[in-house]
């Protein structure tokens, strides 16, 4: 509170102060008191008035910084009314208690919608493992349904090959797409549940080639893997789906001859001025030969639902495969930065956390 | 009572490694049978959960996939107890981050969640089935060398030979080659041999593998065995 919002709140109450005791001295001269005595009068009465004052200013001063410090160090600024010091007087009672009531329904109204949030997750989630049952059931029976066609009776019945084929790819479709569904609902949830492990960034990579393997096959990728044999402390189950979302994309904005390539290195960062203590982090970059991303639209491919020109040209893209990544990300502590030449090639590159900064999380 | 599904196959029993399927859903369990058949694998399925690990004692298997959400049942102690008899892939059903605990803890050699992605599913069997002292010992005897029609391919060496030549191949051309003389006769599609090596962690395209293809026809051609691979138009190649 500044000196001038003090005394603009209280302009009206002083301009009446000074009205009444400029009536009062008037009435005094012409009752024939003495000009010296009203002008000691006056001048006495201005002194404890203006104490008052400065007083006052300064009590409203600290107890309006105590209860804002007070909100300051809150997280849940919601909760402020239960932190609150005791009224001083009345009318601060009274603004308490309103304020109180105000802040319980919120507080019910904020736990009623993270519980529903709660329970729409778990929903999807048990929804999501139901779903994917049937589905590791039809791509076991598509499988070996090829496998029975292989037989040497069934000789040169291609076709057959043909749509199992066509068949399992596009369960592994559908596959992706629920595996999205869960892994947004986890990422909106505040509790994210992930679990940091040692593990091999090879045997990582392999695990997402090989879940998307019948759709990068048939779109014809040719992938190339170097210098993956290194150990990352990450959850590699999120990252498997972070890869798999890169590889669905570089599927999907391929160009004539699509190629993928995976390769890891590791970068150095200097930990304190003098560059003696130094942390070394490894990078993991996916880049595709596809169709790339107009440099006007790069700073926005990790928002939610944007698909860009390539998505609208293409249709059916959800524009949440990179928002998901960034999200998973983020939670992981994984650096996500993307580049891109138009025409040429899209290009993601992945900074695990160095071993050293695991124990901030 | 037990009660057995035990699936026969026209390959040498002994060379074939037992798979255990413990799983409740009879769908996947059936499945998962046929596709492990498949995979020239000896699957054999437990429909009665209360005696497992007896039954497990009886068959001996050298892998148990074991579901860890069994109705009534204490997945932990179960997986102990199978341990004991064979390496143990568990199966977990949801896949929350406690659910991944209690498989990390229950002692198994792997574990997986369900529902699962069937080359991923294949290639940790493997690993695991590898990582086992027994069966290398199986592997080296029945991969080391192949022969079909006078030729004979080294696996450990990497090449080929017939008529008293020998021809060095490449990776990618003795993984080809290796597929089509197990398939000998039979039709292999491009696609076959394109998946057959991503399993193997080698991801080549369509233009990759006729490069692979030429060269190596030429290499044959060299040891005296031109159009030992036929092209079947439109449906593959054939040894």
């Known amino acids: ?361 | 009572m037990l009660k057995w599904t035990v699936y026969k196959t026209v390959e040498v029993l002994q060379a074939m490694q037992k798979i255990m399927i413990i799983e409740d859903d009879p769908t996947i369990r059936d499945e998962l049978a046929m596709l492990l058949k498949n995979e020239g694998y000896h699957a054999c399925t437990v429909t009665d959960f209360e005696t497992i690990p007896l039954q497990a004692e009886r068959a001996r298997p050298d892998l148990t996939l074991l579901d860890l959400n069994l109705p009534g049942k204490d997945g932990l102690t179960l997986c102990a107890a199978l341990r004991k008899i064979a390496p143990v892939i568990v199966v977990t059903s949801r896949n929350s981050t406690i659910d991944e605990l209690l498989a990390l803890h229950s002692g198994s050699d792997d574990y997986i969640t369900k529902p699962y992605n069937i080359p991923v599913l294949l290639a940790r069997i493997r690993a695991v089935l590898r990582r086992s002292e027994n069966t290398a010992e199986t592997e080296n005897r029945t991969t080391d060398s192949l022969n079909v029609n006078g030729l004979s391919l080294s696996l450990t060496r990497g090449c080929a030979s017939a008529n008293g030549q020998t021809a060095e191949l490449t990776r990618n051309e003795l993984k080809i080659l290796a597929h089509l003389m197990t398939h000998a006769g039979e039709i292999v599609s491009r696609t076959d041999l394109i998946e057959t090596l991503w399993e193997q962690q080698i991801y080549i395209d369509d233009n990759t593998l006729s490069v692979n293809m030429t060269r190596l026809r030429s290499k044959l051609e060299g040891i005296g065995l031109p159009d030992l691979i036929k092209t079947r138009r439109g449906m593959g190649y054939q040894l």
């Open chain 1, 1 to 361: 509170m500044t000196i001038s919002e003090f005394f603009s709140d209280r302009l009206s109450r002083i301009i009446l102060q000074a009205a009444c005791i400029l009536a009062t001295a008037a009435l005094l001269l012409l009752t024939g008191t003495q000009s010296g005595i009203i002008a000691l009068l006056l001048i006495t009465w201005l002194f404890i008035f203006l104490i008052l004052q400065i007083f006052d200013y300064y009590k409203t001063r600290t107890r309006l910084e105590a209860l804002s410090s007070i909100m300051d160090g809150l997280d849940e600024k919601y909760l402020f009314f239960e932190c609150i010091p005791r009224a001083e007087n009345i009318y601060e009672q009274k603004l308490f208690d309103l304020l109180r009531i105000s802040a319980k329904s919120m507080i019910g109204a904020v736990s009623d919608a993270r519980a529903a949030g709660q329970e729409y997750r778990e929903y999807v989630e048990r929804w999501v493992h139901e779903i994917k049952t049937p589905i590791t059931a039809a791509q076991l029976i598509c499988r070996n349904a090829g496998a029975e066609t292989g037989h040497p009776a069934a000789k040169g019945q291609n076709i057959p090959g043909e749509i199992r084929r066509k068949l399992s790819c596009e369960l592994s479709q559908i596959d992706a797409h629920v595996e999205r569904a869960l892994f947004y609902a986890r990422a909106e949830s505040p509790e994210k549940d992930f679990l940091i492990r040692q593990a091999n960034l090879a045997e990582i990579a392999a695990e997402a080639i090989r879940a998307h393997q019948a759709l990068l096959i048939q779109s014809g990728v040719r992938i190339e893997t170097t210098g993956l044999e290194k150990t990352v402390y990450t959850d590699s189950k999120w990252v498997v789906f972070m890869l798999g979302q890169l590889l669905q994309n570089a599927a999907r904005y391929r160009s004539d001859t699509p190629l993928v390539t995976l390769s890891a290195d590791y970068a150095e960062h200097a930990l304190s001025g003098d560059g003696t203590a130094r942390i070394r982090y490894v990078q993991l970059t996916v880049s595709d030969k596809g169709i790339g991303v107009p440099a006007h639209e790069l700073p926005r491919v990790f928002d939610r639902g944007f698909t860009g020109s390539n998505g609208r040209r293409l249709g059916g893209s959800t524009g949440m495969g990179l928002y998901l990544c960034k999200k998973l990300a983020d939670a992981l502590e994984i650096g996500l930065t993307a580049s891109s030449q138009e025409g040429k090639g899209f290009c993601i590159t992945m900074t695990f956390p160095a071993k050293e900064k695991l124990t901030k999380m």
